[in-house]
């Protein structure tokens, strides 16, 4: 499901590549379908990072709308953080063989489930169909990458040991 994300600058919009052809000169050319469909969230990570986004406190010289910002600052902390164009590719893929809507597919992408509490809810008229749940969240278990995890203070109440053993 490899999307080809880019952007169109005279009309500030997000489009699509939708085939490339080499003209004479050697110049690949991306033939563009705009607003072609939705992004996962690690493409829009992607664009957002393109466009100068990122966590540095330089940032506000960048040519980015605070919303973006606020957008950028969200995406960061979710699983998008931590994939790949490759995984993402690969899970998209992979989910089309259990027989998943595009945006059921997305939402997988996006969301992550690690849990069948958290798949219901992203797949439609489940009773109805015949899906291998297990089967998918097994597929993300494997293909995508661990969810990004925040680092935890020690906590104060832990016991340290001394150099000679001994429990403080």
Known sequence: MDFGLQRDSEMNRLSFCIGFSQSKFGVVICRMKANAGALTNFELLDFL?????????????APIARSEYKVYDYLVETAASTQTRESVNKSADKCKDFKLA?????NIINLWPSSIVELLPII???DDREIDTDGILELV????????TAESPKD???EEETENGEQS
């Open 102 to 106: 595009k945006a059921e597919i997305l």
């Open 124 to 126: 439609e008229n489940l």
């Open 156 to 158: 104060n109440d832990e």
């Open 141 to 148: 278990k494997d293909l995508l990458p661990p969810l990004p």
């Open 49 to 61: 990072n393109s466009r100068g986004a990122s966590k540095d406190t330089t940032r506000v010289i």
